[in-house]
């Protein structure tokens, strides 16, 4: 355990659905991503908060909505998603001002049908 | 814009040997950070070994060891007398230092296979 939980851990939804995808970091940090990791593909970055702010939006779709109400925190709201927006989504924290080191949660495997 | 890239989408090692992974980054800056992530299969990605850039001596953390060639942007990771538990796809990642860069930039990833 890295002390970042991520919850549903699979997710099946249409694509007229609504859905959440929930972090939690219990690690005192300040920083919350998220990424999206499909097969043989780099992890892309989708979003930054830093202190509850969002300081990156990597040209993600509308569709993707993040929400950090706090430090521990962080959401990724879906509706009307695509099927190649099927991947495992990752949520990872860090102290910016210190080591950098990005801690990971065990992932959403999402899959739109 | 940095880009890091893993030449090798697979490798394979007997057990209790020694295999390498390679990494190369491309970037203009002169102080970052370099990672070795690991990913075990269904299981949550984790550290292995960490390179500032301003370091000249080569990180090692156990059986982990990197060879960090600055001048030609180089990262490999070694895994010395590997073992079953090495079985994962490893990720290099670059870090800029510059100010209001959080981000890391991952390679596509190697998947090591140990064989018994």
């Known amino acids: 355990e890295t002390g970042v939980t991520q919850t549903p851990r699979h997710l099946v939804m249409g694509m007229t659905n609504k859905k959440s995808l929930k972090c939690e970091q219990h690690?005192?940090?300040?920083?919350m991503y998220w990424y999206k990791q499909s097969a043989k593909k780099p992890l892309e970055l989708m979003f930054v908060y830093n202190f509850k702010e969002q300081t990156e939006n990597n040209s993600v779709p509308s569709r993707f909505s993040p929400e950090c109400p706090n430090s521990s925190h962080l959401f990724l709201h879906l509706h009307t998603l695509q099927p190649e927006d099927s991947a495992l989504y990752l949520c990872?924290?860090?102290?910016?001002?210190?080591?950098?080191?990005?801690?990971f949660g065990p992932g959403t495997r999402l899959t739109v049908t | 814009a940095q880009t890091v890239t893993q030449s090798q989408p697979e490798m394979s090692v007997q057990e209790a040997e020694t295999v390498t992974l390679s990494c190369t980054y491309d970037t203009s800056e002169s102080d970052y950070y370099l990672f070795w992530y690991k990913q075990p299969p269904s299981r949550q990605m984790i550290l292995v070994i960490r390179?500032?850039?301003?370091?000249?001596q080569n990180a090692t953390e156990n059986r982990f060891s990197v060879n960090f060639q600055k001048a030609a942007k180089s990262f490999s990771l070694k895994i010395s007398d590997s073992q079953l538990g090495d079985a994962a796809m490893y990720f290099c990642a670059y870090r800029s230092l510059q100010g209001g860069s959080e981000k890391l930039v991952f390679g596509k990833g190697t998947k090591l296979t140990v064989n018994p």
């Open positions: 990872a924290s860090s102290q910016e001002d210190g080591d950098y080191e990005q801690y």
């Open positions: 690690l005192g940090h300040n920083a």
């Open positions: 390179q500032e850039a301003y370091k000249q």
